[in-house]
């Protein structure tokens, strides 16, 4: 609740210097344009949409991952969910817009289908030698990848989401899981690709354990997906919309 408090003031403080920034940014565009956009989370750039959508600048916002027709704790996040600010909304498939129906009634919703780029099939062998070496794989044995979750830290997020110390345990019981399940196979654990601690937590006292764990955090697991004999995954965003590619 303090944090939260600090936040308005924050705002409230910085009010009329934020008008004049957004004032400027609009007239760089001749005050006419559509705001297009993946949805937005962060508050200042919430504030820049809701300013646009005040002055009648059309929002387009398109979904995130896989998610909103998959996670049953939508029907809570919905509340608040960036995705209903928009005018106009495109979807993966008509299961994200049933679930969402009653906050985006005035909302004019697309399905868009999967991107392409999802299905991207090409030089497969030459992606897959690539990763092994990126990733330092020096044998043939199966390789099976887990994607993590994410550590938040101070960043914003809603009800139904784990907090990082049960991120940790839930990432370590799976992780200890799957290392015992296929002690044949390199387990990959793949991190989330940021920095929300000055110090990561990157389970190294489990690769000490576990000899066939391999942990990546700075590489997309939308390029490192082509090599895995098996894929867990601990989400219904982005990481889902990759691994059915």
Known sequence: LNSLIKEFLKIEKSKKKLDLYFDDERKKNNNKFIFLSNY???????????????????IIYSEHGFCMGTLQSMQYRNFFHPMNIADFGIYYWDRSIKMTK??????????????????????????KYIIK????????????????DIEKNNFQYGPCDEIDYEYMITTRNIISYLCKKYKNFNIVLK??????????????????????LITVRFIDFRFLRYFFDKVYISSGLSALGWALG
């Open 40 to 58: 937005i989370f962060d508050l200042v750039p919430n504030l820049y949409v809701q300013y646009l959508k005040n002055k009648s600048n059309k």
């Open 102 to 127: 009653n906050f985006i009634k005035h909302q004019k919703s697309i399905i868009g289908g999967f991107p392409k780029s999802i299905y991207n099939d090409k030089i497969i062998n030459f992606k």
């Open 191 to 212: 991190l989330y690709p940021t920095n929300r601690y000055l110090d990561n937590y990157e389970f190294n006292d489990l690769k000490l354990k576990y000899n066939n």
């Open 133 to 148: 070496k990126l990733i330092g794989i020096k044998n043939s044995k199966k390789s099976l990848i887990y994607v993590a």
